[in-house]
């Protein structure tokens, strides 16, 4: 019989800090969320807004001021240390202060909850550390040390070290911060691997939302100091997603998903020209502050002429001729 | 890194730390002929004045640098991974500062409290048990600090505080003392090694071997700190109390070794340095035995040139352990700005 079918249930939490023994300072309140095995979360919100602290109250590391955290039915405060070892790991953002050590002896971290007294890995835990640099794409990298590692591929080891931790939970706090595009999907993708092969909760904070949206089971949302939980689609729908940058410069698209820069008078031009370059033409345009409007006067037409692209503007009754978009945007702003 | 390479360090230091420990005790202001030391060793008889050499000063400051050694390197190995500062060292909670603020209230106050006269307390019991209290003194006040404050930065802080101010009470009791008292605790801050009787060794010996079997038992803590404090939480380590548990072998390492030999510096900062790049290692399972050994071996090399052989003179052990070790610091701090981190 199953205790519970939630890895992680949630019910009237408030984080936040002890500044003394009867002053609080909560960070966020009435949270009630849960998650399953296999399922990746995404928790989103502007900074300072408690996601370090979430993640850190669910590893044990900050006291919740009220409510409960439920593993599989245990409470947590009443979790033992090192059973809780073996139940939830947490990865922070990676930052320089990496102790200088080779990739195996940082993966083998996450191995200490189940070694003896001095910590002497068995052929089993050697075996299970080789298996999770090759789980997230770093065979033969178990001698090298971290300083000579990339950012994503730091990321990679500290992800394998909470593989070999072998916890149901996964908490990560910003696995995706100060990598390039490109890694930033690599990681997410691999979280999500992981969510789904090996039957895992992962639970991951980031500022990418585009990325989160398109990958994460389910989107914790931190909404005027509490955490609404849904599909990230849903919290698009209800207009949720959009409020959260209200106050800034930025507006959510809601045809891609992203979030744009917002200006509030928008110069008005009608494009003209076909494909890629009509594609990228407009992308800049709207960069610069412009909206494309089929009806405006000024018209900036995109040709391609012996196979160089070239831009006709007519602007204000007076004619241009730009052979890249650089000189275009610098004329037009 | 194959277990093999680490038996051929091992191997190494172990024949290194012999070959020195022979040189230590032939050398020195009255050199003694290796034939005489075969007979010594064999039970012969030897030359009267040669046993006493050997007997009463050299074996003893030999096993002396060896023990003083291991303590020093262990502990300041377990202060850089706690506080993880890689200038981190045995002194930096302020044993020292505790152990002199104790010789200079026995020495510097001494005669107008006690009978004794100044000139003659080195290798006094009395002032090695002083010194022990005052190492122990700042030892409770950390381990008291070290159960309420969470912060290991500020544990350490406090430490460094509450060191200089100790600092500056036994800079007063400097000046209000007398020149003749004033030099035996100025050569006191210049650490010697021959101040042990062999009855001495008694206690000094067990009490280090108690303190690294104690770093020994939280090696698998020291491990998890590598990464720091959150790291090592999550991973199921009880923060709290092993963090009590290394400020104690520290304290009772470093405040043995200063209560009986002074303040030795920089053996303890370079050592661990030099161990992590000879084993590239961070694992304290090597790291152990590894700056054991090396602790062992430098400070018996130290020795060495601080009795200066075939001259009959001896410097102090503090100034050469400094001159030898600011060196290596040095080209630690500068090597490691290739690297991101020292620890």
Sequence with gaps: MKISEFTIKITNLTIGYKQTKDRLHSVLKNINLEGKQGEIIALVGANGRGKSTLLKTFSRLLEPLSGKIM?????????????????????????GELANMSVFELVAMGRIPYTNWIGRLTEKDKLIILTALCDVGLEGFDQRRMIELSDGEKQKVLIARSLVQDTELILLDEPTAFLDLSNKYEIVFLLKKIAKEKNKCIIFS??????????????????????????????????????????????FDYKTGEFIPFFVQKRKIKLIGEGRALLWTQRALER????????????LHVKKINNYFVWELNYYSKMYEFHSIYELLRILS | MTISRYSIIATVLILLLILLFFFDIILGSVDISFIELWNFVQLKEVNANTEAILLKFRLPKAITAIFAGIALSVSGLQMQTVFRNPLAGPYVLGISAGASLGVALIVLLGQQFFWMQGTDFLGNSLLILFAWLGSAFVMFIILFVSMRVRDVLIILILGMMFGSGISAIVSILQYFSNESDLKVFVI???????????????????????????????????????LGEDYAQTLGINLRMWRIIIFFSTSILAGTVTAFCGPIGFIGIAVPHVTRMLLQTSD??????????????????????????????????????????????IWIILSASKRSSFI
């Design chain 1, 71 to 95: 593993f599989h039915g245990k409470l947590l405060q009443n979790i033992q240390n090192k059973e809780l070892a073996m139940k939830v790991s947490f990865t922070k953002a990676v930052g």
């Design chain 1, 288 to 299: 610069a502050g412009f909206e494309l409007n089929e009806l405006d006067k000024n018209v």
């Design chain 2, 284 to 329: 304290h399972r090597h790291l152990l035995w590894g700056t054991s050994l090396i602790g062992a071996n430098m400070l018996l090399f130290s020795d060495i040139i601080a009795q200066l052989p075939g001259v009959n003179i001896s410097l102090p052990i503090n100034s050469i352990t400094a001159i030898l070790g600011i060196p290596i610091v």
């Design chain 1, 206 to 251: 980031t500022h990418d939302l585009h990325i989160a949206t398109k990958n994460a089971d389910k989107m914790w949302l931190i909404y005027q100091k509490t955490i609404l939980q849904a599909a990230p689609e849903d919290l698009i729908l209800d207009g949720h997603f959009e409020k959260i940058f209200t106050n800034t410069s930025l507006k």
């Design chain 2, 188 to 226: 006191w801050t210049m650490g010697s090694l021959s101040g042990i009787t062999i009855s001495q060794l008694y206690i000094f010996i067990p009490i280090v071997i108690l303190g690294v079997f104690i770093v020994l038992l939280s090696v698998k803590s020291l491990n998890a700190m590598l």
